[in-house]
């Protein structure tokens, strides 16, 4: 164990190819290494970058398993498994990563240039312009906790003036700040709402993208009901609700069937 634990550390912090006899090995390297997550990581990304690609998804699986979630994570092991030819599950974890790392721009770029790959092309998001499109930004700029954190300060700072007006209603401050009370009382209210929204969309999970190449969605929960269309890899559903080994979904035009569950993971 000894012997695979340094040759983790010296491939993972030296970046150098990685010793043919451990890469035979990397299921007991990597869990040799369980307690050092860092040289993990760093191994998995030299691994990649040796053009290991199989052995580096194992990496960033393992790190997962051990219940990591991080948005570098999920953006590695994205970049990993479209070199490899999997398009679904490289939109499902560009998707992930970028709840943890929403303006981050290679995230968002290489999501947008992994879709364009998309069969079902007509089944992209929709991308809105103007005011709608100006609020969705607005909402994706910020992850779940740091739209928490904006709304805790916005609370602050609005409290502060509000309080500052009851106390000194005549006061320079007071009449000069009033365009500021009203700024702050509606970014504040828009935060709650993209918080409320995040918080739904984080317990309901009902975001999911589909892993196989082709699944027939059916009319009912089963074989024996018959195939109303057909879904391709990468393609983003609802979920509506569950049946033992069976999803119900709804697309973005209104059309709903159902999947075999193992077809599609939630986001």
């Not at 607005?138 to 009851?166: G, K, P």
Request: charge should be positive.
């Amino acid at each position: 164990m000894m012997k695979r634990l340094s040759i983790c550390l010296f491939a993972a912090i030296a970046f150098v190819p990685v010793p043919a006899g451990a890469a035979t090995d990397l299921p007991q390297v990597y869990d040799s290494c369980s307690g050092n997550r860092g040289a993990i990581f760093r191994l998995a990304n030299s691994l990649y970058e040796q053009g290991q690609l199989a052995q580096a998804e194992a990496g960033y699986q393992f790190l997962l398993d051990m219940g990591i979630r991080n948005g570098y994570l999920h953006y590695n092991l994205a970049n990993t498994r479209f070199r490899e030819g999997q398009l679904g599950p490289a939109i499902l974890e560009y998707e992930r990563a970028l709840e943890y790392l929403p303006r981050n721009r290679d995230i968002r770029h290489n999501l947008e240039f992994v879709r364009n790959l998309m069969v079902d092309e007509e089944l992209k998001p929709v991308l809105y312009g103007g005011t709608m499109g100006f609020l969705i930004r607005l909402h994706s700029l910020l992850n779940l906790r740091e739209n928490l954190l904006a709304v805790a300060l916005l609370l602050w700072m609005a409290a502060i003036l509000y309080a500052w007006r009851i106390i000194h209603p005549d006061s320079g401050i007071t009449r000069r700040t009033g365009w500021l009370r009203v700024t702050l009382l509606i970014l504040l209210l828009f935060g709650v709402l993209s918080a409320g929204i995040k918080i739904y969309q984080n317990e309901s999970r009902d975001r999911a993208i589909i892993l196989a190449a082709v699944s027939e969605v059916r009319t009912g929960p089963g074989e024996n009901y018959s195939a109303a269309f057909s879904l391709h890899e990468g393609t983003a559903v609802k979920v509506e609700s569950r049946r033992p080994d069976w999803v119900q979904i709804r697309l973005p035009n209104g059309l709903t069937g159902w999947l075999p569950s193992k077809d599609l993971e939630v986001i």
